[in-house]
């Protein structure tokens, strides 16, 4: 598998704290269809990633996940 850990701290607004900001981007995106790990699992100073795994998907899956994931930061802005 691979993986990618962004942060979307630039996407959360900045009144969010403790749960809700962990979970702002997570539910975000799962709203697309996009399950991805929320950061706080990885420890403390995470809070503001997402960790994103992808292996051996057809491209056209691939795809769809990133119009998914463009498509939740655009309702975001």
Do not use: Q, W
């Not at 996407?11 to 809700?20: A, C, M």
């Not at 100073?45 to 795994?53: L, M, Q, T």
């Not at 795809?63 to 975001?76: N, P, Q, V």
């Amino acid at each position: 598998a691979f993986y990618f850990f962004p942060s979307f701290t630039g996407f959360i607004p900045e009144t969010l704290k403790g749960k809700e900001r962990n979970e702002f981007i997570y539910k975000a995106f799962l709203n697309e269809g996009i399950v991805v790990i929320p950061g706080y699992c990885f420890g403390a100073g995470f809070e503001d990633n997402v960790r994103i795994s992808y292996s051996m998907t057809p491209a056209f899956h691939t795809r769809t996940g990133a119009e998914r994931i463009k498509s939740a930061l655009d309702k975001l802005r």
